[in-house]
């Protein structure tokens, strides 16, 4: 912290708090790119929907913790595909692009190196915080929004769809969809998300397939 007097509060602290922060130091010691990587193997550990030779997408995959996880517990026979709107490092198994997925091109684009139906579909996607609560919480939400139909476009039946939030409710619109695709529907908070962020997941198990009738399956808190 030599050099905290000439930062600002805000970044001393967050500088502070990397030092301090356990997964930072475990993420380095394991080569992750970000300590993001540890709130995937949390989810897959309580969840178990990365398997061996899986078909895979990480949407907002930058800069690449989560699609480390994905091979390494995927393995080399797996398809793995993830974009993101900055350029992601190579990472041996898995086709990286740059690109933004609202894009009118990017689900084609993604669906065409895929090869095929995919047993995931992940998205870590988030807007540029404004500092706004609402108005953050509605930013991300519209991502999540847009990768909902486009998990239930590709996705293969049996498979999930696993995505950040932010705490303040899911759209009842979206919730209500995604109990009518999933057999489950369950909202978490790893314990990688830090206790000030109000970030959650949204792991949806069990893809019906597209061709699905409404159903009242109940969520998980």
Not at 161 to 184: C, H, N, S, W, Y
Request: net charge neutral; charged share 25%.
């Amino acid at each position: 912290m030599k050099t905290a007097k000439r930062r600002t509060i805000s970044s001393a602290r967050w500088l502070e708090r990397q030092l301090n922060d356990p997964y930072v130091a475990e993420a380095r010691k394991r080569g992750y790119r970000s300590r993001a990587a540890f709130k995937l193997t949390q989810l897959d550990d309580r969840f178990h929907f990365l398997k061996n030779g899986a078909r895979v997408v990480d949407l907002g995959c930058a800069p690449g913790g989560w699609t480390q996880v994905v091979v390494e517990r995927c393995g080399r026979s797996a398809r793995i595909v993830g974009i993101d709107l900055t350029e992601v490092e190579p990472i041996s198994g898995a086709d990286l692009m740059v690109g933004d997925f609202l894009a009118e091109d990017a689900p084609q684009r993604l669906k065409s190196a895929l090869g095929g139906p995919a047993d995931v579909v992940l998205s870590d996607m988030a807007a540029p915080a404004t500092g706004h609560a609402k108005t953050d919480h509605l930013r991300v939400m519209a991502l999540v929004e847009a990768a909902h139909p486009f998990a239930r476009e590709v996705l293969a039946p049996g498979g999930a769809f696993v995505a950040k939030v932010l705490q303040g409710g899911t759209e009842r619109d979206l919730l209500v969809a995604l109990k009518r695709d999933f057999a489950k529907v369950s909202h978490v908070k790893p314990a990688a998300s830090r206790s000030d962020s109000a970030e959650m997941y949204l792991v949806a198990t069990g893809f019906r397939g597209a061709a699905v009738g409404p159903d009242e399956n109940e969520d998980e808190s």
